[in-house]
């Protein structure tokens, strides 16, 4: 097991000269000089997410009939919400995969060369078979149009017309995985809303716990996460910034989120703790799901205004998308803040630091010292706020191995091992910089951070017509922390 042995919390030897300049080294060991934390939204729909005229056969796709802005507009807006790269994700429907060819993605080179700031990818919401929707983010190449419209014409439940039930089952859903996962440049699969259909807490509807699981053990370096915090965050905002009193945060209309995000991932303890627990790489994101915004009658911020997924990264389409697989993703709400550093080092044979994301290799008995360093930035975001870190969670949980149910959405290792306050932490301007112990390691297992505004010790369900400005959160993925086998 993890067992707290030290927490260097005095605030006479928190984070001095000597620590400040570790943390200066462990930032240069543990990521190239030219990586920075870039924001971006992996869903985002224009007008080619588009409505039906379903009075001919086949139906005839009516452009702006859902979503209604232009790629190029998205991507104006990402740029003053403050992303650098973006994914446009238009979803499906009969023969979706032409309209997505011939139309979307013309518009999305239109878009690369009007906001080059924006490092723009082509995907889709794929309407998954057996499940509900993902993000399909393909690599930016020559042929990846036609990667796109390929996979969307085989495998979206909804292309093929007359409708085919046998396109919608787990199964091909595997398939697809498999396919992506055959393909020179592989793509990125993201679980979008994957609880908005749960009934109650652990009551699970088109996506469950052992399909996710499927999707991993098929395709690891493909299917590699979920939205931590869904889109349609101000479906409780009317036009004239009022609340609607019943309306749910993220429409999801039957179990709520828990401070904004999928119960997937808020409960302590819970499916993403059981997913690491088995030593999975199983990434969480934020997303704007934007179709419409709430200021024209939508439920929608614009990409980046409300929430944000920061990627470790140079700024390019491959690294972006690699630091995607890779995990080296914290999310935001609110902007509540700008950079979150954690790092996990320790001593042994040779001295070793791993990052978000990363691994540390740790030999049996060392104590591991954890640094955090996050930015709380003193400018209002885009609410008119300045919202306060008020505290930072060091969660830590035990890796046991690979569950022998599929379904299992616990891990009763997980426990909140520090809870840090204005008491425990150095502030240097905009930058919280703390520091603690854990150990000694008995067992392999991970680490992970997160914070937020609020004084709730852990995120309760949403009430609905909540303000979403006022209830914010942050999440870091796991850094993991594997023992050293004995000789």
Not at 62 to 73: R, T
Not at 80 to 93: E, I, R
Not at 295 to 318: I, M, N, Q
Not at 366 to 374: C, K, L, P, S, W
């Amino acid at each position: 097991m993890i067992r707290a042995a030290v927490r260097d919390t005095d605030l006479g030897t928190r984070l001095g000269p000597t620590t400040l300049a570790l943390i200066a080294l462990i930032a240069a060991c543990a990521q190239p000089a030219d990586r920075e934390w870039i924001a971006g939204d992996h869903h985002i729909h224009s007008r080619y997410s588009v409505g039906w005229d379903r009075s001919v056969d086949p139906p005839s796709p009516i452009v702006g009939g859902d979503a209604i802005y232009p790629i190029p507009m998205n991507a104006l807006m990402a740029r003053h919400h403050g992303l650098g790269w973006m994914v446009a994700t238009d979803h499906g429907g009969p023969n979706h995969s032409k309209v997505s060819l011939e139309r979307s993605y013309p518009e999305l080179l239109m878009s690369r060369a009007a906001v080059p700031e924006v490092i723009q990818f082509f995907g889709m919401e794929l309407d998954t078979p057996g499940a509900d929707h993902s993000s399909l983010i393909v690599p930016h190449t020559h042929d990846e149009a036609e990667h796109l419209a390929t996979l969307e014409h085989d495998f979206a439940k909804y292309d093929a017309w007359p409708l085919d039930s046998l396109r919608d089952t787990e199964p091909r859903m595997l398939e697809a995985l498999a396919a992506m996962s055959g393909l020179e440049a592989r793509p990125v699969v993201i679980a979008n809303h994957p609880s908005r259909s749960a009934s109650d807490l652990g009551e699970y509807g088109l996506d469950t716990p052992a399909e996710l699981r499927g999707w991993n053990d098929a395709a690891p370096e493909v299917a590699v996460g979920m939205a931590g915090a869904p889109g349609h965050q101000a479906r409780t905002l009317e036009p004239d910034g009022s609340l609607d009193s019943n309306a749910p945060r993220g429409a999801y209309a039957r179990f709520p989120t828990m401070g904004g995000f999928d119960q997937l991932t808020a409960r302590l303890g819970g499916f993403w703790d059981s997913m690491l627990g088995e030593g999975r790489n199983w990434w969480i994101t934020a997303n704007s799901d934007s179709h419409v915004n709430w200021r024209e009658g939508g439920a929608d911020f614009w990409p980046g205004e409300y929430s944000k997924t920061y990627v470790l990264a140079e700024r390019s389409h491959d690294d972006i998308l690699e630091g995607l697989r890779a995990g080296r993703i914290f999310v935001t709400t609110g902007d509540l803040v700008s950079e979150v550093d954690v790092f996990a080092s320790a001593g042994g044979r040779s001295r070793r630091i791993a990052g978000i994301g990363g691994e540390l290799v740790v030999d049996p008995g060392a104590e591991v010292e954890v640094t955090v360093r996050v930015r709380d930035p003193a400018r209002p975001n885009f609410h008119g706020d300045n919202p306060v870190v008020a505290r930072i969670d060091l969660i830590v949980g035990e890796i046991t191995g690979r569950l022998a149910d599929p379904a299992i959405d616990r891990n009763p290792t997980t426990h909140v091992e520090h809870r840090f306050t204005a008491e425990q932490w150095r502030r240097d301007g905009e930058v919280l910089e703390m520091r603690t112990r854990i150990g000694p390691l008995e067992r392999s297992g991970y680490l992970r951070v997160r914070g937020t505004n609020t004084d709730a010790l852990e995120p309760e369900p949403d009430p609905r017509g909540e303000d979403p400005w006022t209830d914010l959160w942050f999440y870091s993925n796991p850094i993991f922390l594997t023992l050293r086998p004995t000789s």
